[in-house]
């Protein structure tokens, strides 16, 4: 069976948000490199996806020039490099048709963010029959706002009040109930050093 490792939303977008500083894996792209890494000296596929919301205004805008990987991750001649303008890498995209042509049967999932683009894609990757890896450490997220909590908070401008409100719900518990919600029903959990043991790579 052949596989694709799906590299979402690692982009630089994220960078430029005041949520940045609080969140979990700030070393994703170096995370994200390693699986890559393997993933090439498999010959698996490697799909770069992108995040845009054309005439947002925001980071995710494509007029601002954020719309790029992190510094570190350049694809490699052939790899696909896809925008979606929705939560799941399929929809908006045609990544499926991309898998069915390399005659692809699992996904390994990795990126940003862990519960939102990662999490729905492995969902929805899975309703379509393909066989789901989901590396919870090469993802990234963060802390989740109470929903009631100030406007400001809820949309990440004010990470102080974010972090010291006690209804916000903790970037590793939200990785936590991510692998709760995946496990055994739409995909298997594995670590970087499942896929990409630190050892086999230089």
Known sequence: MNRALIVIDVQESFRRRPLWE??????????????????RAAGDLVV??????PGSGTPFDPASGHVRLMDGLDPAAGEPVLTKTSRNAFTTTGLQR????????ELVVCG?????CCETTARVGADLGYGVVFVTDATATFPIAHRDAPPAVRAGQD???????????????????????????????????DLAPAGRLH
């Open 159 to 193: 990470v102080a009040a974010l972090l010291a409100d006690p209804r916000t719900l903790p970037a590793a518990a939200v990785a936590e109930r991510t692998e709760y919600a995946l496990a055994g029903r739409f995909a298997r959990i594995a670590s970087l050093d």
């Open 22 to 39: 609080a969140v979990d894996r700030p070393g994703i792209a170096a995370r994200t490199a390693r699986l890559v890494d393997a993933a």
């Open 48 to 53: 770069w996806v992108l995040h845009a919301e």
């Open 98 to 105: 991309v898998l069915t042509r390399r005659g692809v049967g």
């Open 112 to 116: 940003i963010q862990t519960e939102q």
